[in-house]
């Protein structure tokens, strides 16, 4: 089994940066992408970005130029940074790993705040 601890949310001002960290544990070599998904009160889950096993990368177009998505295979972690954050940014950020068969784990989310 994989089991992910997302850290790294909290309050920030429009225009400001955040760094989310999604540390991996567990069955590491089935892990084939890691990703995060975001949803705000009233809206539909989000997929923000993801990255394989390989180093390929996806981002939702609404976070496309600001957002970056980065993993070091040492750590068995993968980041987020987060940079001119707007007030629409406003979520819990949910990380989550998965095998290629799409099993695996989703942490419980962290919270992120953009004031305008």
């Known amino acids: 089994q994989v089991h992910v601890v997302e850290s790294g949310g909290g309050l920030v001002q429009a225009g400001g940066s955040l760094r989310l960290s999604c540390a991996a544990s567990?069955?590491?070599?089935?892990?084939?992408?890691m990703g995060w998904y975001r949803q705000a009160p009233g809206k539909q889950r989000e997929l923000v970005a993801s990255?394989?096993?390989?180093?390929?990368?996806t981002y939702a177009d609404s976070v496309k130029g600001r957002f970056t998505i980065s993993r070091d295979n040492g750590k068995n972690t993968v980041y987020l940074q987060m940079d001119s954050l707007k007030p629409d940014d406003t979520a819990v950020y949910s990380c989550?790993?998965?095998?290629?068969?799409?099993?695996?784990?989703w942490g419980q989310g962290t919270q992120v705040t953009v004031s305008s």
């Open positions: 990255i394989t096993n390989s180093g390929g990368t």
């Open positions: 989550y790993a998965l095998d290629a068969l799409g099993r695996g784990d």
């Open positions: 567990g069955l590491i070599f089935s892990i084939n992408t």
